[in-house]
T-cell receptor, first 112, second 112 residues
Framework: GNSVTQMEGPVTLSEEAFLTINCTYT??????LFWYVQYPGEGLQLLLK?????DKGSNKGFEATYRKETTSFHLEKGSVQVSDSAVYFC???????????FGPGTRLSVLP | DAGITQSPRYKITETGRQVTLMCHQT?????MFWYRQDLGHGLRLIYY???????DKGEVPDGYVVSRSKTENFPLTLESATRSQTSVYFC???????????FGQGTRLTVV
């Protein structure tokens, strides 16, 4: 079946540090890939997405590149802020908008 | 206001009682989803719906019932609540043209 694996954390960084959260997927075919972010007490919000191989999604300083050869979609940010503290979910979907599969989430804490 | 809203935000119920969680979206999105979020399990799909009067089971449907008589509403009913159904429940919707899922703020349900 389809699945998403990501580092579960928690990840603790100092402000302005470089962030990488790894995400790999298993799927038959070529899904769309997403990163969602969940702030405390809230629902998930889309952070970025990529729909085909070699696409790069970017938003708010975060980036991720769809790598078909390694079935990966790692999330990166060059300089994190305290306000980036949240839980990050990697996800995939087929048929563009249907049947999302989420990873377990990675909790990020950024210290001042 | 446009968006996706869940009610109630918090609910405490007793074992064996029936409880319904409401979800309403204003975008006329075709797809709607119910997820539960538990520590150690991430997000798990309970049920989803592709359109009014079309619903299908997800990963963990046992003990839950859904209906979708109108495109904008997708209520989730726990027919006889059990303590294992204590969780945070998220409703989401999606349009095929956009590909991403939009989440409600969640309902925290406690079964005592």
């Amino acid at each position: 079946g389809n699945s998403v694996t990501q580092m579960e954390g928690p990840v603790t960084l100092s402000e302005e540090a470089f962030l990488t959260i790894n995400c790999t997927y298993t799927a038959t075919g070529y899904p769309s890939l997403f990163w969602y972010v969940q702030y405390p007490g809230e629902g998930l919000q889309l952070l970025l997405k990529a729909t085909k191989a070699d696409d790069k999604g970017s938003n708010k300083g975060f980036e991720a590149t769809y790598r078909k050869e390694t079935t990966s979609f790692h999330l990166e940010k060059g300089s994190v802020q305290v306000s980036d503290s949240a839980v990050y979910f990697c996800a995939l979907s087929f048929n563009y908008g249907q049947n999302f599969v989420f990873g377990p989430g990675t909790r990020l804490s950024v210290l001042p | 206001d446009a968006g996706i809203t869940q009610s109630p935000r918090y609910k405490i119920t007793e074992t064996g009682r029936q409880v319904t969680l409401m979800c309403h979206q204003t975008w006329s999105h075709s797809y709607m989803f119910w997820y539960r979020q538990d520590l150690g399990h991430g997000l798990r799909l309970i049920y989803y719906s592709a359109a009014a009067d079309i619903t299908d089971k997800g990963e963990v449907p046992d003990g839950y019932v859904v209906s979708r008589s109108k495109t904008e509403n997708f209520p989730l009913t726990l027919e006889s609540a059990t303590r294992s159904q204590t969780s945070v429940y998220f409703c989401a919707s999606s349009a095929l043209t956009e590909g991403e899922a939009f989440f409600g703020q969640g309902t925290r349900l406690t079964v005592v």
